[in-house]
């Protein structure tokens, strides 16, 4: 584990806090905070950002999902705790986030289609772009995940 390259929270300030009212924003999506934490998660394990897998679990469990949901979300597709319209999104997500190396789009946005909104549908595309941005931003300034959280957190 190496230590993070600069302190983007001093050195960016306003992008960051554009990217932070992003965040918000992106939270209080029409689809429901829970899918948009869902969403967060799943895109961020197959990304590998280490800092956004223990964010958006920590947010998970403190909105009271059950650790073994949260734990399945990796294997959301033989796991037993995702409704359709769960299912639809993080397949929706996995595919927006393959762009442009994978294409499947086509085939999964019927589905899509069948449990959200294009309100919604548009919201999501937006969540699933800003944490693909929150991803790059800490894996290649190589920010770390906390091991002590302050009290707050």
Known sequence: MSAA?????QL??????AMIHLTQTCKNSSFG???VDLILLRVS???G?????????????????DPRHVNAIAGWREAPFFDARERAALA???????????????????????HFSEQEIAEMSYTIALIRGWNAINQSLR???????????
């Open 5 to 9: 390259r600069l302190n983007l929270f």
């Open 12 to 17: 960016a300030p306003v992008h960051l806090k």
């Open 33 to 35: 905070r829970r899918l």
């Open 45 to 47: 394990q197959i990304n």
């Open 49 to 65: 950002c280490g800092v956004c897998v223990d964010v958006h679990w920590r947010d998970l469990i403190k909105q009271g999902a």
């Open 92 to 114: 929706w997500a996995e595919a927006v986030n393959a762009l442009p190396h994978r294409d499947d789009t086509d085939a999964l946005y019927p589905q899509l289609r069948e």
């Open 143 to 153: 920010n770390q995940i906390p091991v002590n959280l302050p009290p707050s957190m």
